[in-house]
């Protein structure tokens, strides 16, 4: 967690389009497809919008020829797997954060856009309510057709509150999802439980 964190002050826009980015793995129930078909309606409105993808996984070859037939070659990049500094610069650089798995528990990759202060766009499920309020620290799909996807990143990169919104929570997403500082707390209460004067038995 300690890599990921916010930059100093809130970053604007890019004055060259906003920068939308993916840090989920490239297959098939990650939807990364769709994401791919939305990015293609959301230019229609926002023609400078980038979209980084970052990853692999076995689906690679076919999104990313499936990139080419819908001519986003120019607009969408697959970097391949990064270590966690890289995927932590590239989401300070990003503008909203998308995730469309609608079947999975709170991810590590949410968990790191939330406390870079990217704003989330993610499917509406019980584990991202744990870290997005809609309208107000990101935004829930409940429907996840490609229009709708569009339309919910459209809106995400330009509310300007939310993204001052998102900036600000990273201090609570720290306190509440750093390892090191639950492992200290897991191991303070085990002491407790443990009582004065006791110790656990070693392994030998």
């Known amino acids: 967690m300690n890599l990921f964190h916010p930059a100093p002050e809130p970053r604007p826009p890019s004055a060259a389009g906003p920068i939308f980015i ?3 793995s490239l297959t ?10 939305a990015f293609l309606l959301l ?8 979209l980084r993808i970052l990853g692999d996984g076995e689906d690679r070859p076919h999104l990313e020829a499936l990139a080419r037939d819908l001519e986003l070659t120019d607009k969408v990049v697959f970097t391949g797997r990064l270590d966690g500094a890289a995927t932590a610069a ?5 503008d909203v954060y998308v995730s469309l798995i609608d079947t999975e ?3 590590s990759s ?5 406390a870079v202060g990217v ?10 309510r744990e870290l997005v309020e809609d309208g107000k620290t990101g935004f829930l799909l409940r429907d996840c057709s490609p229009m709708q996807v569009a339309e919910t990143m459209k809106k995400a990169a330009a509310d300007a509150t939310v993204r001052e919104n998102c900036f600000r929570h990273t201090a609570k997403v720290k306190a509440r999802f ?3 500082r639950n492992l200290e707390v897991f191991i303070r209460k085990y002491r407790e439980l443990l009582g004065p004067g006791a110790s656990g038995r070693q392994c030998s």
């Open 22 to 24: 993916s840090t989920r």
């Open 28 to 37: 098939h129930e990650y939807l990364i497809d769709r994401l791919l078909r």
């Open 43 to 50: 230019l229609r409105d926002l023609p400078a919008a980038r």
């Open 90 to 94: 590239e989401l300070r650089r990003a």
């Open 105 to 107: 528990g709170l991810s």
């Open 110 to 114: 949410l968990i790191e856009a939330g």
């Open 119 to 128: 704003v989330p766009v993610v499917a509406d499920m019980p584990a991202s």
């Open 178 to 180: 750093d390892r090191h």
